[in-house]
């Protein structure tokens, strides 16, 4: 079983709906979660992170987190074509090495 | 630029030579990760350090590679004797302190191995 477990894709969405992507993982003892953006070619971009059970919003986007069923998603609401990029879950023990999934696959569709 | 840096971009060597590759964290940033993302995979950690610390080197092949962050100047991650499954992208990211868990990426080196 993979660490980190990301569905590859690639996800297609019209522009202007929810995008959904999902993340689960193995390490119970996972302290820290976060989902990085990827453009081709570029470095990944930290988008949202969060540490505690629940919901945490910023701007259009939602990180969900479920540390009983070992579960994070990432919502995008009103997509938009620059959204379309990969989108890596990340886990952390804490303050140190970050485990990554394979990423997801977004295209939106306008 | 208060962002992560890194240099070179770009860096090609031929098989059997060394290459170095800087980084230099955010502005107020005292940790520094490294991880390479081979083409058509996922992200890899390779290693952890604080000044003059190597805090976690798990990720780093046993030969070859090596990381330093010296009191003054950037991290360096050497790799000697490159070999063509070396080619990747080899990120640096950063972290403000411990506790503080949040890690920002650099734009990363692009290793090619001719």
């Known amino acids: 079983q993979k660490e980190v477990e990301q569905n590859s894709g690639p996800l297609s969405v019209p522009e202007g709906a929810i995008a959904s992507l999902n993340c689960t993982y193995s390490?119970?003892?996972?302290?820290?979660f976060f989902w990085y953006r990827q453009y081709s070619g570029k470095s990944p971009e930290l988008i949202m992170f969060?540490?505690?059970?629940g919901d945490k919003e910023d701007g259009r986007f939602t990180a969900q987190l479920n540390k009983a069923s070992q579960y994070v998603s990432l919502l995008i609401r009103d997509s938009q074509p620059s959204d379309s990029a990969t989108y890596l879950c990340?886990?952390?023990?804490?303050?140190?090495?970050?485990?990554f999934g394979q990423g997801t696959r977004l295209t939106i569709n306008p | 630029n208060a962002g992560v840096m890194q240099n070179p971009r770009h860096l090609v060597r031929r098989r059997g030579q060394e290459a170095r590759l800087r980084c230099s964290p955010m502005?107020?940033?005292?940790?520094v990760y490294w991880y390479r993302q081979l083409p058509e995979e996922g992200l890899k950690f390779m290693v952890y350090?604080?000044?003059?610390?190597?805090?976690?080197e798990s990720g780093m092949p046993k030969e070859r590679f090596s990381a330093e962050f010296p009191k003054e100047g950037p991290s360096i991650l050497r790799i000697q004797q490159v070999v063509r499954g070396d080619s990747a992208a080899y990120f640096c990211?950063?972290?403000?302190?411990?506790?503080?868990?949040?890690?920002?990426f650099g734009p990363g080196t692009r290793l090619t191995v001719t």
């Open positions: 990340a886990v952390g023990p804490g303050a140190q090495k970050l485990v």
């Open positions: 350090l604080q000044k003059e610390n190597i805090i976690d």
């Open positions: 990211a950063s972290s403000r302190e411990a506790g503080v868990y949040e890690q920002y």
């Open positions: 969060i540490y505690s059970n």
């Open positions: 390490d119970r003892g996972s302290q820290s």
């Open positions: 502005k107020g940033h005292s940790h």
